[in-house]
């Protein structure tokens, strides 16, 4: 696997992360209100 493959491959897990994390404290700050 090229090494750039794996620097994509982690920017990508970052972001969906990321991403997730924010729903989740949308969610949080939408049910607490």
């Given at each position: 696997m090229p090494l750039s493959n794996i620097v994509r491959v982690s920017h990508h897990i970052t972001y969906v992360a990321?991403?997730?994390n924010q729903g989740v404290t949308t969610t949080k700050s939408l049910?607490?209100?």
């Open positions: 990321f991403k997730l049910a607490s209100e």
